[in-house]
């Protein structure tokens, strides 16, 4: 990826050997006992699974090769880690843990994680961001994240540029950081802050853009963009590895494609295994008058598909939505707000019920035998393996346990449990 920003050195190197498969954010992973059954004529790869749980005095990595039996203590953890990490991310090939610390406007010491032919856990590269981040992804052989509402080198009266982190995955984790203006991107005199990244596999990725006015300078805080004044419409931009726009996706059928936390942009773009991508909006900003829905994108195509429309809000009961991930096939997993359309959204309203929607058939069910939402006081990032989703929860007087969703059913069944732990944060698989 080309760059005029220099990459950092970090401490050490991983070698490029020991960096084969795992997944991108959509996880296609192998089954419970370690072998890949969803396809018969790939290659079938030997993997571990990482989880990362925190405890009394502090974050700890877990290894195992079984999530559906076999519970684990935190006193069996593989490694304390110096301080916690938010988001942890796992890319496919080359196969790494991408540990990443949100220190708000602060440099943050991030981690890198492989697996040795072992199947032991190689030592943490440690590499730094400077910048904070909004959103993230995988593309190619590189980590990026991404922030909008940032001020241009050239006018500091201005807050209209995004700033991205570009981590190579294949040279020790080394970083560059690039910012493109994002000023009337869309054609209307607004800036953008990006959403999510989706590798199409051709050279390019997809973002999901949340178009606003532009933010004002001397703004300060967390947020990246200014007033939404535009919420009827959906925007997605498709970028090459040079952060060259390549060309914009739009329609007036759906809200901006974006989940709101606080100041994090969760992704509401993904793809499905035949190369299509879906764009799904949970409709957050109370001024829409759009449905949560979703709209399609054919396989290297330049437009939104024309027949594909898809208002799940409708066969929710109203319900909305905040994040999406991609589990087999053409089934996505949804969470859910846990108040209706009559009580609006902000970016700390509770979100702890669950849906599958299965895209081709335009068909949705409510996830079922996990604990109830009101049970729920936390959960971890999921990792989609096998045709099942593996998802961590805790719920009020149990350990965190990883429950495993059937998309054909969207039955739960409960797997291990970690105990002496507070939460699972994430569970991802590593091949080697």
């Known amino acids: 990826m080309k760059t005029s920003i220099k990459t950092q050195n970090t401490k050490t190197a991983l070698r490029k050997s020991a960096l084969i498969g795992c997944s991108l954010l959509t996880l296609s992973l192998a089954a419970c006992d370690g072998k890949d059954n969803s396809d018969d004529n790939a290659v079938q790869k030997k993997g571990t699974f990482f989880l990362s749980a925190a405890g009394e005095s502090g974050q700890y990595i877990l290894r195992t090769d079984n999530l559906a039996t076999g519970d684990l203590k935190i006193s069996d953890n593989v490694?304390?880690?110096?301080?916690?990490?938010?988001?942890?991310?796992?890319?496919?090939?080359?196969?790494?843990?991408?540990?990443?610390?949100?220190?708000q406007g602060d440099p943050g010491v991030c981690l890198g994680i492989a697996v040795a032919d072992d199947s032991t856990l190689r030592e943490p590269v440690e590499f730094q961001i400077t910048s904070r981040f909004t959103s993230y992804g995988f593309f190619e052989s590189y980590a990026l994240t991404t922030v909008g509402g940032q001020t241009p080198a050239d006018d500091a009266s201005r807050s209209d540029s995004a700033t991205f982190n570009i981590i190579d995955l294949n040279n020790g984790f080394s970083r560059a950081e690039k910012s493109i203006p994002t000023l009337n991107i869309t054609g209307n005199g607004q800036q953008a802050t990006f959403s999510g990244i989706v590798d199409m596999g051709n050279g390019e990725f997809l973002t999901g853009l949340v178009v606003s006015q532009p933010k004002d300078a001397s703004q300060t805080g967390g947020a990246s963009s200014g007033d939404i004044t535009c919420p009827d419409s959906?925007?997605?931009?498709?970028?090459?590895?040079?952060?060259?726009?390549?060309?914009?996706?739009?329609?007036?059928k759906l809200s901006y494609s974006s989940g709101r936390f606080r100041s994090q942009y969760y992704a509401q773009i993904d793809k499905a295994d035949d190369g299509?991508?879906?764009?799904?909006?949970?409709?957050?900003?109370?001024?829409?008058?759009?449905?949560?829905?979703?709209?399609?994108?054919?396989?290297?195509?330049?437009?939104?598909?024309?027949?594909?429309?898809?208002?799940?809000?409708?066969?929710?009961?109203?319900?909305?939505f905040r994040k999406v991930w991609h589990v087999t096939g053409n089934y996505f997993m949804l969470e859910f707000y846990n108040t209706g359309k009559e009580t609006p959204v902000t970016v700390n309203t509770a979100a702890t019920q669950y849906g599958i929607v299965d895209m081709a058939a335009k068909t949705f069910r409510w996830v079922t035998g996990i604990p109830a939402k009101e049970q729920i006081t936390g959960t971890g990032l999921p990792t989609a393996h096998g045709g099942k989703m593996y998802f961590p929860i805790v719920a009020e007087g149990a350990d965190p346990a990883i429950y495993i969703i059937d998309p054909a059913t969207a039955a739960g069944t409960k797997g291990i449990s970690v105990s002496g732990a507070s939460a699972i944060s994430a569970v991802g698989r590593l091949s080697y």
């Open 79 to 103: 490694r304390q880690l110096e301080q916690a990490i938010q988001t942890w991310i796992f890319n496919d090939d080359p196969s790494v843990a991408v540990g990443l610390i949100y220190q």
């Open 234 to 252: 959906v925007w997605v931009a498709a970028f090459d590895k040079d952060l060259t726009l390549k060309r914009i996706y739009r329609s007036d």
């Open 276 to 320: 299509s991508v879906y764009v799904f909006s949970g409709s957050y900003e109370s001024a829409t008058t759009k449905p949560c829905g979703a709209l399609k994108i054919d396989k290297n195509a330049t437009a939104f598909n024309p027949e594909y429309y898809f208002n799940i809000e409708e066969k929710t009961d109203g319900y909305r």
